[in-house]
Nanobody
């Protein structure tokens, strides 16, 4: 069964850090680019970070320098290290190949609150 399971979210104060994990089953993540998306309350889901098969990474401007996407091919897992979190980073975070073809997971809630 093709499945993505995100974890690692929580409640954190501004300036704090969290590390999200996304573990895949039913397919090999290392054969494709993988992305982290987020959906703030009442807004659309958007791509914030991506990692290519060769390890090249790309970020949207509002997370560049604060978030780091990485992958562990042996564990079939993709990570998102989030540092210096801001109130506007509050969202449900999902991972998925930007090319699609895989069902969305349940996501993991990240709440940045003072």
């Amino acid at each position: 069964q093709v499945q993505l399971v995100e974890s690692g979210g929580g409640v954190v104060q501004p300036g704090g850090s969290l590390r999200l994990s996304c573990t895949a089953s039913g397919f090999n993540t290392y054969t494709m680019a993988m992305g982290w998306y987020r959906q703030p309350p009442g807004k659309q889901r958007v791509l914030v970070a991506a990692i290519m098969t060769g390890g090249t990474t790309d970020y949207t401007d509002y997370v560049k320098g604060r978030f780091i996407i990485s992958r562990d091919n042996a564990k079939n897992t993709v990570y998102l290290q989030m540092n210096n979190l801001k109130l506007e980073d509050t969202a449900v975070y999902y991972c998925r190949p930007p090319s699609g073809g895989v069902p969305w997971g349940q996501g993991t809630q990240v709440t940045v609150s003072s």
